[in-house]
């Protein structure tokens, strides 16, 4: 992740959820990848953004994601589960799940969505100790910190800039100011900020109320380094489950069959996702001279 930090060009990172989703965005040919908070819960628990989501849950959902795919995960944290020595041990176990870094919010506890309306911020000396515990927690410097403050929408610009000023001192590596309302306004961060700046674009390809559509190159040329899409791989799934159900509904009401391939990829696909052909490789390496098939479990023979 910091060589696509010093890297030219900008970092588009999508927001993955889960096995499906991680695999996906690395075949595509993205770079990293990013877990989705409001993802994970939706997808995990079935519930809202809103703090349900536990640390347990997080970090578990993170280690399965990161083994599954080769390319750079960078993990939400929330507002880091509680204060800054909080913040030090969280950032130990997620750094031990294979993320590349984390992203850590200056929400109250419970947190929100952030493009959630009663959203509430912490001080900003408190979130500046979180950041400065998070990166001496670290254990590799590779580690990245990324520091989000929610300020906008709670006290405006004007305590947003000073906020990533604080948060920048503090150590942190990037900055990511959410729910931006402009392009001037991104502008203008970009132009203050040390360090790189990530925007968060949502839905990506489709607008929404809390910040504006541009496209990624556009925000290249405002100076942003980094475009998080938490929301368009979860969106784009359940209008695509949405409308298979409702294929299949119609074909119940009307007794008749249904064949959709545009509407469902084909069972090779999910295998060749999925890397079956790797087992069935290593099923040829490791199995036994009478074994017939996929290698087949030992049994201990009756005593007697």
């Given at each position: 992740m910091r060589a696509l930090l010093r890297a030219d060009g900008i970092i588009a990172s999508p927001g993955v959820y889960d096995g499906y989703s991680a695999k996906m965005v690395e075949k595509a040919g993205f770079t990293s990848c990013c877990t989705t908070g409001a993802g994970l819960a939706n997808a995990r628990l079935g519930v809202p953004d809103v703090g349900l989501m536990s640390l347990s849950d997080n970090l578990d959902a993170c280690r399965v994601i990161a083994r599954a795919i080769d390319i750079p995960v960078m993990a939400d944290a929330d507002n880091g589960y509680g204060n800054a020595v909080t913040v030090y041990e969280v950032t130990r176990l997620f750094e031990e799940t294979g993320v590349v870094g984390i992203n850590i919010e200056d929400q109250v506890i419970p947190k929100r969505c952030g493009h959630m309306e009663g959203k509430a911020i912490i001080d900003a000396d408190e979130m500046a100790k979180k950041i400065e515990a998070a990166c001496d927690a670290r254990r590799d410097d590779d580690f990245v910190v990324l520091a989000r403050t929610d300020a906008i929408a709670?006290?405006?610009?004007?305590?947003?800039?000073?906020?990533?000023?604080?948060?920048?001192?503090?150590?942190?590596?990037?900055?990511?100011?959410?729910?931006?309302?402009?392009?001037?306004?991104?502008?203008?961060?970009?132009?203050?900020?040390?360090?790189?700046?990530?925007i968060n674009m949502g839905f990506g390809i489709r607008q929404r109320p809390t910040t504006p559509l541009l496209s990624i190159c556009e925000l290249e040329r405002l100076g942003v380094k980094r475009v998080s899409l938490p929301?368009?791989?979860?969106?784009?799934?359940?209008?695509?489950?949405?409308?298979?159900?409702?294929?299949?509904?119609?074909?119940?009401?009307?007794?008749?069959?249904?064949?959709?391939?545009?509407?469902?990829?084909s069972i090779d696909a999910i295998w060749d996702l999925m890397g079956e052909s790797r087992i069935r490789e290593l099923d040829a390496r490791y199995a036994t001279a009478d074994a017939q098939g996929p290698s087949r479990p030992y049994r201990l023979k009756a005593a007697g």
């Open positions: 709670v006290g405006g610009m004007d305590e947003a800039l000073r906020r990533i000023d604080l948060y920048c001192r503090a150590g942190a590596d990037i900055i990511f100011p959410d729910a931006v309302r402009a392009a001037d306004d991104i502008k203008r961060i970009v132009d203050a900020s040390p360090v790189p700046v990530s929301r368009m791989l979860p969106a784009a799934a359940i209008q695509a489950m949405q409308s298979a159900l409702d294929v299949l509904a119609q074909s119940i009401a009307s007794g008749e069959v249904v064949d959709r391939p545009d509407l469902l990829v």
